[in-house]
């Protein structure tokens, strides 16, 4: 199987615009930055999140506690198989108890990854509230799960892939769609 | 995948690469411990049964405390409770449990090769909780994940075994997966209780203790089966204890980073002193919790539970 | 006239044979003229005798019937197991006439009754001889010898404890005497139980890597060296069953170097296979003794081939499958053997260039019938015709459930094998035919 690129849909500076735009509408919604806490799904959440940190931090100049979720053992489908890069680490240095929890996805696509993290910050503690933000919605939701901040809607066919690539991890900052393609 | 096999009936099975591979998922586990609820929800639905025909308090509820930590349903069947009786085979137990509809069998069993048997009449996954003297996987396992947090790589580290080789499948375990990463083996007890043709295994003989510690990295003390001595494989638990156990004596020889381990419960002033089992180089109580975090990564990682299919980039 | 499988008369001719008797294999084709159940004329070339029924055995090996000094009938007591019909049965299809029975039923075989109870039953089944042995002592504890005079009238050919070792060497002294004024041999189990302990398999590096108990060669070779002493301090004839170690080879081999009455057997098994089977846990490969090294193997080979081991007794040992499903150190020790034996020593010890055929015959009929002065084993005119047909080349593969014996407890399960039994005869009398109907042509 190979991944067959079809077109950019986001540029680097399309991105940060758009990151910069979610992070306005948190502050907004939050009215300001306290007991805001930032948690990324690993893998590609993470580093969004930090990016969505240093967003809010250049408007409103707070720092903001940022933790990472790896929710590989709160998934539904223990038997995938796959292939086999490096499990990520669940850090939250925090205690997320009566925090509002900003939640940060790179693609919101089934909405199983995101109700595996719900799960997993439960056991953590009890929120005051947990929003979602995403940097893609492209559709086929099996659950009922909405985020409350979006990058951009890209409407796809379930054969389409979305692949959001970052700078810490693919060294350079893009938004693509592609297709799988059976060998 | 890191494991592509149905059951962990030991480590002579394994591949050097499986070993890292289990003791890293240990090691994501072994976080879970640190978090407000110990639990994760990775094994709901799944029945595990513990089939345990010789009496281990501490391997049961080591495995039974990994099972619940993963949310798996679990059934405990012991000898005393089960309807084993004589001339009810292993095989229809084994049948009888698995027409209930399990996952997944954790077995001890005093026969050497019964959890190969109960894997080859199965569909289930089994894991090998101790079968006789022949293998005890998860106990290498755990000593091993003990020892790498201690030292990182355990290529060219010592170490030293110290007691009933011969008897012990704790120490077929160890010197099986330690050999596989690259660790030099010293295996050290009076010759009666030295298996024949052990170097083949690819461990070095000594008889001495003092000459055994000399450079060891590593201390793992077997616990004595005190029985034995009946059977005059050793003379006395004094004399034992003055050849063979690990004292504040042989302790000032060590390496002043070399830790001692012991796979539990202790025979205090046999094979070792008490002055040591309560001194600052025993890790006795890390080994214990890193057993649960082991027994863990198996039970996951053997019910197709694989880390690498985390990451669907797409959700 | 026409050969009919299904009425085979009292006179007939088995042509076109190769016959293998005194050790060697006959160059050229013969015949066998049998009358009235006994051996008519051994001839070569084609047949003088006209007129009779004639079997065209298509080069086949026309060979003495077998002759086993060491199998378990396990009648009575243990029918689930095998029963002396059956075990006949096995026998035969086997290429065997005669079978050395072990007293080691329950109860014992330790009296006179009970001797001919095996006789009668033996006779009943029709299909091969059944001598059977006493037990050495009383209900084989140990302790106080049978009345062997009674027994041997009885037709005991012999005593031992086979299982249960002697363990009192006053004992043994004793029944190694008090025999030897009967003129039947002690058949020794050479094991000392205590070096035995709870062993399970040959100790050595498969046991140390299986974490299984092991019996040392010790625990055979001091028992062969203690029952070697008594016969050479007594002049009575010892039989050394199932040797298993080069070290009892060479005991056996310097006591008969030095006048000792002493004869030995080894097992198909033990002169083929090796401890590191036990690796698959299969309990098909735990027997008592074990199967040891391969230089063990290779001694105990080299000395059938030499003479200083007389002969190949099977050691045929029936359990059941539940019995040997058990873990291999709870199963009981023991594998059948009677229908691979031949096979066996074609395959891995002629067409390996270790034995000639005509010995390997030798030692599976007239030298074990000599030793235990059996009434049968030779394949000469007047005799009676106790014989069978082998085709030394024909190839299959071993199918426990193919196996005549009540019990499948076969060690060598699914090997393919050179040298097929094609049909027996006792006393003239056809007792086996190869089910595939090959003998049809
Ligand atoms: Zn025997």
Redesign the pocket.
């Known amino acids: 199987m190979g991944f067959v690129e079809k077109a950019v849909i986001m540029d680097g500076e399309e991105m940060q615009r758009a990151i910069m735009r979610i992070a306005h509408e948190i502050i907004e919604a939050n009215k300001g930055t306290q007991n805001l806490v930032v948690l990324g799904i690993q893998r590609r959440g993470v580093p969004l999140a930090r990016q969505l940190a240093e967003a809010i931090e250049r408007v409103e100049s707070a720092r903001l506690p940022i933790g990472s979720l790896d929710i590989t053992f709160y998934r539904d489908d223990l038997s995938t198989l796959g292939p086999a890069p490096r499990v990520g680490h669940t850090e939250v240095p925090f205690d997320v108890t009566d925090r509002n929890v900003i939640l940060v996805d790179d693609v919101l696509y089934t909405g199983r990854t995101v109700r595996a993290a719900l799960d997993e910050i439960m056991d953590w503690g009890r929120p005051r509230a947990i929003r979602l933000a995403v940097l893609i919605d492209r559709g086929h939701r099996e659950l009922p799960i909405r985020p409350d901040f979006v990058g951009k809607n890209v409407p796809t066919s379930q054969r389409e892939v979305i692949k959001v690539k970052v700078q810490e991890i693919d060294g350079v900052q893009e938004v693509v769609v592609g297709e799988v393609q059976q060998a | 995948m890191i494991l592509k096999r149905k059951d962990l009936l030991g480590l002579e099975e394994l591949a050097a690469e499986e070993i890292l591979g289990i003791l890293d998922v240990a090691e994501q586990f072994r976080n879970i411990f640190d978090r407000p609820v110990r639990k994760v929800p990775i094994m709901r639905g799944r029945t595990v049964v513990n089939l345990f025909f010789e009496p281990s308090t501490r391997t049961r509820i080591s495995f039974e405390l990994a099972e619940k930590r993963l949310s798996a349903d679990i059934v405990n069947f012991s000898a005393s409770t089960s309807s084993l009786k004589k001339g009810e085979t292993l095989r229809d137990t084994a049948e009888n449990i698995e027409a209930m509809k399990v996952d997944m069998i954790i077995m001890r069993h005093g026969s050497p090769g019964s959890a190969a048997y109960l894997a080859r009449v199965l569909k289930s996954s089994v894991i090998n909780a101790g079968d006789g003297a022949h293998e005890h996987p998860t106990q290498g396992l755990l000593d091993m994940m003990t020892m790498r947090q201690r030292l990182g790589n355990l290529a060219g580290r010592n170490v030293t075994i110290i007691g009933d080789i011969a008897h012990s499948r704790v120490a077929r375990s160890n010197i099986w997966g330690l050999t596989k990463l690259g660790a030099q083996v010293t295996v050290c007890g009076p010759p009666t209780m030295m298996p024949p043709d052990v170097r083949r295994l690819g461990v070095r003989v000594e008889y001495d203790l003092r000459r055994a510690v000399d450079g060891a990295d590593v201390l793992n003390i077997l616990r004595v089966q005190l029985e034995r001595q009946a059977r005059s494989v050793f003379p006395s638990n004094r004399e034992y204890h003055r050849m063979f156990g690990v004292t504040e004596e042989v302790v000032r020889l060590l390496k002043p980073e070399c830790f001692i381990m012991h796979p539990g419960p202790m025979n205090r002033d046999v094979e070792i002193s008490s002055e040591v089992a309560d001194g600052p180089r025993q890790v006795i109580l890390e080994q214990v919790t890193n057993g649960v975090a082991v027994r863990m990564a198996i039970i996951y990682l053997l019910s197709g539970g694989d880390p690498g299919s985390l990451r669907g980039e797409t959700d | 006239m026409d050969w009919n499988w299904r009425s085979i008369p009292a006179e007939y001719v088995i042509a076109n044979v190769r016959v293998c008797r005194g050790g060697k294999l006959a160059k050229r084709r013969g015949f066998l003229h049998v009358k009235k159940g006994k051996v008519e004329t051994v001839g070569v070339g084609e047949p003088t005798a006209e007129g009779f029924p004639t079997l065209d055995a298509g080069g086949w090996v026309c060979a003495p019937g077998l002759v086993d000094l060491?199998a378990h009938f396990r009648e009575p007591g243990q029918e689930e197991k095998e029963t002396i019909a059956t075990g006949s049965r096995a026998a035969a299809a086997g290429g065997f006439t005669a079978v050395v029975t072990?007293p080691n039923t329950q109860p014992a075989i330790d009296n006179a009754g009970l001797v001919r109870y095996v006789i009668d039953r033996g006779l009943e089944a029709g299909l091969c001889r059944v001598f059977p042995t006493g037990a050495i002592s009383t209900g084989r504890t140990g302790e106080t010898l049978c009345e062997y005079g009674e027994m041997v009238a009885a037709g005991a050919v012999g005593f031992?404890d086979?299982?249960s070792?002697v363990a009192h060497g006053g004992l043994m002294r004793n029944a190694l005497e008090y025999a030897s004024m009967l003129g039947v041999p002690i058949v020794s189990?050479a094991?000392d139980r205590t070096l035995a302990g709870a062993g399970v398999m040959h100790e050595g590096y498969w046991a140390t890597r299986l974490g299984l108990e092991g019996i040392p060669r010790a625990a055979e070779d001091a028992c062969t060296y203690r029952d070697i002493e008594l016969a050479r301090a007594t002049g009575a004839h010892l039989h050394v069953?199932?040797v298993s170690t080069r070290g009892s080879v060479e005991l056996i081999r310097r006591a008969k170097a030095e006048g000792v009455r002493v004869t030995a057997e080894a097992t198909p098994h033990h002169l083929t296979l090796d401890h590191s089977l036990c690796r698959s846990w299969s309990t098909m490969f735990k027997m008592?003794?074990p199967l040891r090294e391969p230089d063990d193997v290779a001694a105990v080979a080299q000395a059938l081939a030499e003479g200083v081991i007389d002969c190949v007794s099977t050691?045929h040992?029936p359990h059941t499958a539940t019995e040997k499903e058990l873990q291999f150190d709870q199963a009981p020790f023991g594998v059948v053997g009677l229908e691979t034996a031949l096979a066996v020593g074609i395959t891995h010890l002629v067409r390996e260039g270790r034995l000639d055929l005509g010995v390997l015959v030798q030692r599976m009929s007239e030298r074990p019938a000599e030793i235990f002065h059996l009434p049968c084993g030779r394949l000469e005119e007047g005799n009676d015709a106790d014989f069978m047909l082998f085709d030394p080349d024909e190839i299959w593969s071993v199918d426990p459930a193919a196996l005549q014996s009540k019990s499948k407890n076969t060690a060598f399960a699914g090997q393919t094998l050179t040298g097929r039994v094609k049909a027996t005869f006792l006393r003239g009398r056809l007792t086996w035919r190869d089910a595939d109907g090959s003998l049809e042509k």
Request: charged residues 20%; hydrophobic residues 20%; negative net charge.
């Open positions: 060491h072990m031992t086979d299982g070792p189990h094991e069953a199932h008592n003794p050691d040992a």
